[in-house]
């Protein structure tokens, strides 16, 4: 059953740069937003699940997928526009229709195709108004970030932290980072932080095999290898 107060946000803008028109692409026989939309519909954890974009096709997309469609600002659809602008401003728009705003939502990335409907419900169970307002999900480093090498102006490269190059696996500390997936967050703590990641927040763990957000071409091939073999969508939750 969904939550009478909560709902999903999909920020989905035209105008990507290295995967032109990945919001829209075609992955495993669907465009790639369907996805996201078919996790968060399955989820039962919304009353509401809103794309927002300023884009005709990937809101045309949007709707036969099920969700509803927030005209975006064409200012908000611009490299300049962050996600938490996007997010204010269908939670403006919804306040002033209705007089408030829901008590929780879920800013669901549009390019992360394997995250379940379990894992939206999942992440969920951790949020605690007043204790834990904030749960991002968070996956493993796939390499060891400590043994990063930077380039230099010359051309030359050097370790960014050569005191901790030699570290034993034991003696790492245990790294995560965030896997571009969803963001789950009190509202009225979000409007007020303008943050994803205020004070309290708890980590969901997504395994690296369901953390693949499409960035580069080589995440549409390695996402292509990922979808389970003669379904149109993320493994059943």
């Not at 039962?44 to 927030?70: K, L, P, Q, Y």
Request: hydrophobic content about 40%; proline content about 8%; overall charge negative.
């Amino acid at each position: 059953m969904a939550e009478p107060d909560a709902i999903a946000i999909i920020p989905a803008r035209g105008g990507s740069k290295r995967v032109p028109r990945k919001n829209v692409l075609p992955v495993g026989g669907r465009p790639l937003i369907a996805y996201t939309i078919a996790a968060a519909l399955d989820s039962g954890c919304f009353s509401r699940v809103i794309v927002s974009t300023e884009d005709a096709d990937i809101a045309r997309v949007a709707t036969d997928c099920g969700a509803e469609v927030h005209p975006r600002p064409a200012a908000l659809g611009a490299d300049t526009a962050t996600v938490v602008e996007v997010c204010v401003d269908v939670l403006d728009t919804i306040r002033a229709a209705q007089g408030r705003v829901p008590a929780t939502f879920c800013c669901l990335y549009a390019t992360a195709a394997l995250r379940t409907a379990e894992d939206i419900r999942a992440s969920r169970a951790q949020l605690e108004p007043g204790v834990c307002d904030h749960v991002v999900a968070l996956t493993r480093y796939w390499q060891n970030p400590l043994q990063a090498v930077v380039r230099e102006a010359d051309g030359s490269f050097r370790y960014m932290w050569p005191e901790l190059v030699d570290l034993r696996p034991w003696q790492r500390p245990d790294l995560y980072v965030d896997s571009g997936s969803l963001y789950w967050t009190v509202t009225e703590t979000f409007l007020r932080e303008r943050d994803f990641l205020g004070p309290g927040l708890r980590g969901y763990h997504l395994p690296r095999l369901r953390a693949i957000d499409v960035d580069e071409p080589d995440d549409v091939a390695l996402l292509e290898k990922l979808l389970p073999p003669g379904k149109p969508g993320p493994a059943a939750a």
